[in-house]
């Protein structure tokens, strides 16, 4: 009974990582709209002036975009997109270790160090839920 829901969890690994990945997906769609469209009131509440070049924050948006279909992917054929998966643990690292670092160096706001932190505990919980699934494939293999 102590070990019902580890056993759920190994159970529903597949479920699990594509729950994760259509988070991480719609999060990716959010901040990508929000960065094309960088709204006045919202680009000031996080502390970024809306009279300043929009180019390259577009870019970004367009970027969270591709990363929203990415995920989507992953989230959708885990077989199939297995690398896209793994690659975005990958991005995840290269956006906290960018986040935290240039927040720290660069120049401090609230709303970077937290995404940066966002982005790590993302990172993390795709990794992890990737790890059971992983566990899972192996351990169902092993016992046929």
């Known amino acids: 009974m102590r070990f019902d829901h580890i056993k759920a969890l190994f159970d529903h690994s597949g479920k699990l990582l594509s729950s994760v990945l259509w988070l991480v997906a719609f999060h990716s769609l959010v901040m990508g709209l929000i960065l094309i469209a960088q709204p006045t009131a919202f680009m000031q509440f996080v502390g970024f002036s809306p009279d300043c070049e929009h180019f390259f924050s577009a870019q970004g948006g367009v970027f969270h975009l591709l990363m929203f279909v990415l995920y989507s992917l992953g989230a959708l054929h885990i077989e199939r997109y297995y690398y896209f998966i793994v690659f975005s643990i990958f991005i995840k690292a290269a956006a906290t270790f960018f986040l935290l670092i240039y927040c720290f160096t660069v120049e401090f706001k609230w709303v970077i160090l937290l995404s940066g932190i966002a982005d790590?505990?993302?990172?993390?919980?795709?990794?992890?839920?990737l790890k059971f699934y992983i566990l899972t494939k192996t351990r169902n293999k092993h016992s046929l």
């Open 120 to 129: 790590g505990i993302m990172g993390l919980m795709i990794f992890t839920a």
